[in-house]
């Protein structure tokens, strides 16, 4: 089967972006999705899998690399906005993502996308000596404040609590964030799915910086 896609990187994160239409909608399973990200001429995070396209919007339909479904991707919207603009000309429009609609503007060329305010799922955990919180920003994250933001410490410690019981079924992404002198905060963010640490995350450094506002 040929399908047409679009490669697409934002904040270096990097997806495939496809349409699904009535012809290819029963090729996207799991293992199908795993080949597609890891085949070696594209090689990406995740897919970002179009539908149900409107005059005023669309559906997104988020993968990891490992073929599993979440809720939502700042980067990857943001991609997708990009994408849909170049298609339509539409400067403003809706994504409609795992949790819920996100407003898209094109202004002076950027993708604006509008996150939802992220919530407390749970807060101060006791997780293998860490303490940190569970916030929901569109996807689910662990975030825990740290000065050490060694990359072999946070990819060993991020691979362990993503698989921690009390996130299961589902695992977590782990946000590791370090308060800076100047009124900002550096933010590390391993993630599930992918497995690995990403060059940005916009839904973790929105978790992040929601929990050290607080």
């Not at 009124?183 to 050290?212: D, L, P, Q, R, W």
Request: glycine letters at 8%.
């Amino acid at each position: 089967m040929n399908i047409q896609y679009t490669l697409a990187h934002g904040g270096k994160n990097s997806f495939i972006i496809i349409e699904k239409k009535q012809n290819n909608k029963q090729f996207f399973t799991q293992k199908n999705i795993q080949k597609i990200c890891s085949y070696s001429k594209i090689n990406v995070d995740a897919l970002l899998l179009i539908s149900k396209q409107t005059q005023l919007g669309l559906q997104l339909d988020y993968y990891n690399r490992d073929g599993s479904w979440a809720s939502f991707c700042a980067n990857g919207s943001r991609c997708v906005g990009l994408y849909y603009y170049q298609k339509t000309n539409l400067k403003q429009f809706i994504i409609n993502a795992g949790d819920g609609p996100h407003n898209i503007i094109i202004e002076n060329k950027k993708i604006k996308l509008q996150m939802n305010k992220p919530k407390y799922k749970k807060k101060n955990i006791h997780v293998d000596n860490f303490v940190g919180n569970w916030i929901n920003s569109g996807a689910e994250h662990f975030v825990i404040e740290s000065n050490n933001l060694n990359h072999d410490f946070i990819l060993n410690t991020g691979k362990k609590l993503r698989f921690h019981q009390i996130f299961n079924p589902h695992g977590i992404n782990v946000n590791f964030y370090k308060k800076n002198s100047n009124n900002s905060i550096t933010v590390i963010t391993y993630e599930k799915g992918v497995e690995k640490i990403m060059n940005s995350c916009g839904s973790g450094s929105t978790a992040a910086a929601f929990h050290a506002y607080q």
